[in-house]
């Protein structure tokens, strides 16, 4: 099954995004059939910069988005929305990528399931 997980929220302003990829992880491991892609736009671009700093005890996010790409996930963040914040590809969580517009069109249409978070 073919699962697009779309985040928008900020990475520590609320819990949407935590909350998000605590299922994305969830998935991953429990459902092998699970095929998983995370699109990172608006403030949840900033989620999949690596160099994360959180004090101990807290949820570190750039660690969570490691953990869904190792487990076979994919993580693709907005172009448009990186640049509004000044984000470059090079500052990336490693295996992230840069994408656009039109690969979200593609990934919504061939997608089973669209959840938004």
Not at 83 to 110: F, Y
């Amino acid at each position: 099954m073919k699962v697009l997980m779309i985040l928008n929220d900020p990475p520590y302003g609320t819990e949407r995004v935590y909350n998000g990829l605590r299922l994305a992880i969830n998935l991953l491991t429990k459902h092998e059939q699970v095929d998983l892609q995370i699109f990172l736009m608006g403030d949840a671009a900033s989620a999949a910069k690596s160099g994360q700093v959180t004090p101990n005890g807290y949820y570190n996010l750039e660690r969570m988005l490691s953990s869904t790409l190792r487990k076979g996930g994919k993580v693709s963040v907005c172009g448009t929305c990186m640049d509004a914040r000044g984000l470059t590809e090079g500052e990336l969580v490693e295996g992230a990528q840069r994408s656009t517009m039109d690969i979200l069109g593609e990934l919504t249409v061939s997608a089973d399931k669209v959840l938004v978070f």
